[in-house]
């Protein structure tokens, strides 16, 4: 069964520093998302993109955070100057058509810790 | 926006007995409620979803209804095994997905 990827499972970067999460999504899935899930906690959207471009995003998601499809098959989160508070869980989703009604697939996710 | 509530937030259950996650939702327009299961060091895999226009889907083990009225929706496992030891998500979707807290469920020997 097709899976979502995602590189590495995990990563450790110093405070301020800029990180780059990422995920290759199934092949023929038009709708991608990124998700966080602090230790313990719930998961939270944080992002969906289609057609090269955002299209909802949570308060979560500030300047902080950008997306890119830089290429037919990878999906990035970047994360700029991050904060002790970054650390999570991200976790990567595709689904074939839109948020309503499609089921999203998820990754294994990416542990980023911010030391 | 949309809220989504829980409960419970662990359940132990004896292995064979039958295991229900309660959840609530606040948005009457939220039409699809996705399921997942996520184990130890994975992400939340999706094992069952149900859509506004039916109340209840089944398959094998696992089975969930939904009351639009109340705003509730419920997951049912039916002669739980070891295996099913995992946390337990609902969600509720409108323009995008919102999770609730999660159940931690045990199975015991």
């Known amino acids: 069964e097709p899976e979502v990827t995602q590189t590495p499972s995990h990563q450790v970067t110093q405070m301020g520093q800029e990180v780059i999460l990422r995920c290759v999504p199934i092949s023929n899935h038009l709708y991608f998302y990124w998700y966080r899930q602090i230790l313990g906690q719930k998961v939270e959207f944080l992002v969906s993109?289609?057609?090269?471009?955002?299209?909802?995003k949570s308060e979560i998601f500030d300047d902080q955070f950008s997306v890119e499809r830089p290429d037919g098959s990878n999906f990035t989160l970047k994360i700029r100057s991050t904060k002790l508070e970054d650390s999570a869980m991200y976790f990567c989703a595709s689904s074939q058509q839109g948020a309503d009604n499609q089921p999203q697939h998820f990754g294994d996710g990416t542990r980023l810790s911010i030391l | 926006g949309e809220n989504v509530e829980q409960h419970p937030s662990t359940l132990s259950v004896q292995e064979g007995d039958s295991a229900v996650i309660k959840c609530t939702y606040s948005d009457s327009a939220s039409n699809y409620f996705p399921w997942y299961k996520q184990e130890l060091g994975k992400g939340p895999q999706l094992i069952i979803d149900i859509r506004s226009n039916v109340g209840e889907k089944k398959d094998q083990r696992i089975a969930v209804t939904l009351n639009k009225t109340a705003k509730h929706f419920s997951l049912h496992i039916t002669e739980t095994q070891p295996e099913d030891s995992a946390v337990y998500f609902c969600a509720a979707l409108d323009d995008k997905i919102i999770f609730g807290k999660g159940t931690r469920l045990h199975i015991l020997p």
């Open positions: 993109f289609y057609n090269n471009e955002i299209s909802e």
